[in-house]
């Protein structure tokens, strides 16, 4: 094998052992691609119907205070 065949037969390798891909909310364009995409390697897609609650800088920074 070449040093670029070997590169290509590692990510793939990577690819077919990614874990699941999680989607929250809405998908956008290109979460829904990349939803299909996981769909044809095979991997679980969990999608969480809401997603998850938007954190204001301004909150965040007063609880760490």
């Known amino acids: ?5 070997t590169r290509v037969a590692a990510l793939e390798r990577m ?3 990614a874990g699941p ?4 909310g809405e998908p956008t364009p290109m979460q829904s691609q990349a939803i ?3 769909h044809r390697d095979g991997r679980t ?9 938007r ?3 301004d909150l965040a920074e007063r609880k760490q205070i």
């Open 36 to 38: 299909e995409q996981a």
């Open 21 to 24: 891909l999680v989607v929250f």
């Open 1 to 5: 094998m070449t040093n670029i065949e």
């Open 55 to 57: 954190i204001d800088f």
């Open 45 to 53: 897609v969990i999608h969480w119907p809401v997603a998850p609650p």
């Open 15 to 17: 690819e077919a052992e």
